[in-house]
């Protein structure tokens, strides 16, 4: 049986399938594993930071400074590598940390001085975006023999296609981001707070701790996120990525979960991620369309699944009062 | 405390304080509850029964006294701790978590693990089995959500006497349940008595009490009154001992007042067969110029819905309201106010006061509202007006720049009878007007109303100190399960009259 809180992930995993399956017709090419594995590639760093996003959404909370912290964490890369000589490993390690700590900071504000989650990571925002111009205005490229090696990795599909080290590393943060959200104690305690702060409180939910630990993962996985895209774009530049944490807001809630929180699943996420690589890569195809189409359409999805979200709670409310009068 | 037996009492509590801003709360409480005891803890709102709960369950921390579980000292500091030393509780509004699944819920926080990972097997057999013994056979993987408040409520105890098993406590269990499902709750309740816990119930249902009880504990106005054996103790002493009457002597001689109220002039304004369903039943009430009219009752009998209904908070969908002999449509707080009705309500903290408003803008607003926002009051008029109402009712500290939150809960009282003294209105409505206020601050707010009502104001009081009842009012209307069930006046004004129309024993034994 199909729980009405999955009801929105199953509708996304249908209008993925289903435009698909209109593009595939158009064009056939898009069913190659060429596409697939560019697709995969190209969304690696956004869907790493819409994991994170996930989380904190699920929790009720929003982290406005995951854009900030990917061009930062680019731009520290690019520095210490370039400039500094330090060994790629060690600065993806050092910056790993700070964007961790980071996160942990903001979330001990949240929660200890009761400032609503958009006003802390507004500021978080500017800081780390402020932090990545001290770091360097220019575009800086890099270039390390460990980190073209690392680029030359990859698995071939037939046909082919490339499975990249990118695209393996967002693989394997939404495997590990499913099960930590349905199988640990972590995981459950986030959807208990998304659902009712107080009440999670009085069952004997670590509301303090949870939440710090929903934002430190968060600063974490962006952290991992500019590491991917620094390796992506071969180059560090503090302007870069403005607005991703919004890319990822919106593939969260495409993906079906509630921006109220509590309801959703990491799954949704990656299906909302591939629903705008495909909608990228069908304009691509075309090369009639501007680029603005993706915009259009994903604000069109938005307001799509926000009435559909909204009519599920209504339906189900009312089938409880229907059900409870018969009872009577 | 020990019982017959030798044995520790299961829960014991002595000398329990605890104030909220210097305003005692609890003082000096004792609450003894015995393994295999179904426990009821009464009393009116501000008695203290949430504050007694939350010390003992862990929300808050005492200021004074010991609490002994099976004999041991314990210092719970949060509700997980609580929880483990074997104390869970339901609370009446919040809840369990309506987007998890049945399973879900009971297992929070405790879920059982296998390599690290939750094991949803075991948690689902588990849940099936534990929901199983208390009657229920439902999906246990269906979101909570789906299911009725009197099953989630079953839920909600399974999960706390799982995880504590010594000590349950329930906070008005069965205020949204109707009588069917509370019967199926006390029969759960009657096996967990068998099984050895320790139940302790808060609700303002007398029935219910005298139903599943075994002993009650009262207290009022944060002090105990005492501790008592259902089956000993009849319910006309239950009520004294909830509303109080050990004051007897009576301020105002209503013998020498006159024996039909007729005598008092023509009533100003009249409300005719005026109720609303679900909230009260019609009732006709006429109050005269210069006339005090008590309402009494026990908690959840429709006291405040009565003042909500008269002020237009609540709209009234049937009767009629006439003022001077002309109908009015009381429809909302707006059109009492132009009406010249004023209304202090009960949430002093939430409904009255305007926090960081200063005392005098504090003083100003029903004026304002009065005048409507296009006129506004000028800061000279303003200070005037605060000015002339910190002398003649002694607000301390008298600086209307200050902001009210900082004033104690007498001055408080004091600014918000003042506000809608500047709009001179013909009915104030005070519902509770002396609750969470010093003794001191009690009597010159009662001097108050004597001197307004000697000026022609009417006044509708709403207390449950029956002693500030009969001491102020010229009438008291009795309502009891939301209904108005008598009127006393002249030497039916009693505490003990009342106390008697409360529970149904009838005027003929008053009379």
């Known amino acids: 049986m199909i729980h009405a809180r999955n009801l929105p992930f199953v509708t996304t995993l249908a209008i993925f399938v289903i435009a698909y399956g209109l593009c595939v017709l158009q064009f056939p090419n898009m069913l190659s594993t060429r596409v697939i594995g560019n697709l995969l590639t190209d969304n690696a760093f956004l869907g790493i930071a819409a994991v994170g996003m996930t989380f904190v959404i699920l929790s009720g909370g929003i982290d406005l400074s995951v854009g900030s912290v990917i061009a930062f964490t680019s731009v520290f890369v690019a520095v210490m590598i370039g400039s500094f000589g330090v060994h790629p ?18 979330g001990a504000m949240i929660r200890y001085l009761l400032i609503p989650p958009f006003v802390v990571t507004l500021a978080g925002m500017f800081l780390a975006r402020g932090a990545a111009y001290l770091v360097s205005t220019q575009s800086v490229p890099i270039t390390h023999e460990f980190i073209d090696t690392m680029l030359g990795f990859y698995i071939r599909f037939p046909g082919g296609g490339r499975l990249t080290l990118l695209a393996m590393v967002m693989l394997i943060v939404f495997a590990v981001g499913i099960i930590v959200a349905s199988r640990t104690r972590f995981g459950a305690n986030v959807y208990a707070i998304g659902g009712n702060i107080q009440s999670a409180e009085l069952m004997g939910v670590p509301v303090g701790a949870t939440t710090i630990r929903i934002y430190a993962l968060s600063g974490f996985l962006s952290g991992l996120a500019g590491i991917v895209y620094t390796l992506y774009t071969s180059s560090g530049y503090s302007l870069a990525t ?67 979200q909204r009519t599920i709670i209504w339906y189900s409310d009312r089938r409880l009062a229907v059900r409870q009068l018969k009872e009577v | 405390m020990k019982t017959l037996s030798g044995q520790h009492a299961l829960l014991e509590a002595r000398g329990i304080g605890k104030s909220f801003f210097g305003i005692p709360a609890l003082d000096e409480v004792d609450f003894t509850l015995q393994g295999g005891e179904i426990h009821a803890l009464l009393g009116e709102n501000g008695a203290g029964k949430s504050t007694l709960i939350k010390i003992l369950t862990g929300v808050y921390r005492r200021d004074r006294g010991t609490i002994y579980l099976e004999g041991n000292e314990i210092s719970p500091d949060d509700v997980a701790s609580a929880q483990a030393l074997g104390i869970g509780t339901v609370y009446q509004e919040v809840n369990l978590l309506e987007n998890l699944t049945v399973a879900e819920n009971l297992f929070l926080g405790r879920q059982p693990r296998r390599f690290g990972m939750i094991d949803r097997r075991t948690i689902r057999d588990r849940s099936k089995t534990l929901l199983e013994r208390y009657g229920l056979d439902i999906d246990v993987d269906a979101l909570l959500s789906s299911f009725s408040v009197a099953i989630r409520q079953i839920i909600a105890i399974a999960r706390a006497v799982d995880l504590s098993g010594k000590v349950l406590v ?32 808060i609700t303002h249902f007398l029935d219910q009490v005298y139903e599943i009880a075994d002993r009650v504990t009262v207290l009022r106005n944060g002090r105990l009154v005492g501790s008592r054996t259902i089956s000993e103790l009849p319910r006309l002493d239950l009520i004294s001992m909830m509303l109080g009457r050990e004051l007897q002597h009576i301020t105002r001689d209503h013998q020498a007042e006159p024996e039909t109220i007729d005598d008092r002039g023509a009533p100003s304004i009249q409300f005719q067969n005026y109720g609303k369903k679900g909230s009260v039943a019609p009732f006709d009430l006429d109050i005269r110029p210069g006339e005090v009219v008590g309402i009494a009752g026990l908690l959840g009998s429709g006291r405040s819905e009565t003042a909500f209904l008269l002020f237009g908070i609540d709209r009234a969908d049937s009767g009629t309201a006439t003022i001077d002999g002309e109908q009015v449509a009381i429809t909302s707080p707006e059109a009492a106010i132009a009406n010249r009705f004023g209304f202090c309500p009960e949430e002093r903290k939430t409904d009255g006061i305007v926090g960081d408003l200063s005392v005098a ?110 001491a102020v009012a010229h009438r008291v209307i ?34």
């Not at chain 1, 490993?89 to 903001?106: D, H, Q």
């Not at chain 2, 906070?171 to 139940?199: C, M, N, W, Y």
């Not at chain 2, 200070?383 to 209307?400: G, N, Q, T, V, Y």
């Not at chain 2, 129309?501 to 034994?509: F, K, L, Q, R, V």
């Open chain 1, 89 to 106: 490993l060690t600065a993806f390690l050092a910056a790993l940390v700070i964007s961790t700590l980071f996160g942990c900071l903001m």
């Open chain 1, 242 to 308: 403005v607005g991703v944490e919004l890319d990822a807001i919106a593939a969260v809630v495409i993906g079906g979960t509630l921006l109220t929180g509590g309801v959703g699943l990491i799954a949704g996420t990656f299906i909302g991620i591939l629903l705008q690589g495909l909608i990228q890569t069908y304009i691509v195809f075309d090369g009639t369309l501007s680029s603005w189409w993706t915009k259009i359409v994903i604000g069109i999805l938005l307001f799509v699944f926000i009435v559909l």
């Open chain 2, 170 to 201: 329930l906070d008005e269990p069965t205020a949204s349940l109707d009588a069917h499902e509370v019967k199926g709750l006390f029969t759960v309740l009657r096996q967990l008595r068998e099984d050895g816990v320790g139940i302790v119930i």
């Open chain 2, 361 to 470: 803008d504090n003083i100003a607003l029903a004026l304002q509202a009065q005048r409507g926002w296009m006129r506004p009051i000028s800061s000279s008029h303003k200070r005037e007006l605060a000015d002339s109402f910190i002398k003649s009712l002694d607000i301390r500290p008298a600086d209307r720049e200050r902001p009210i939150k900082f004033l104690s809960g007498g001055n408080q009282q004091k600014a918000i009878l003042a506000r809608w003294l500047v709009t001179e209105p013909r009915l104030l409505i005070l519902d509770e007007p002396t609750r969470g206020i010093d003794i001191g601050a009690h009597a010159e707010i009662l001097k108050m109303i004597e001197k307004l009502c000697s000026q022609g104001m009417s006044l509708v009081v709403i207390s449950s100190e029956l002693e500030e009842l009969t």
């Open chain 2, 478 to 511: 009795v309502l009891s399960d939301r209904r108005h069930v008598a009127e006393l006046s002249g030497r039916h004004l009693t505490t003990d009259g009342i106390i008697r129309a409360i529970a149904g024993t009838g005027e003929t034994e008053a009379a």
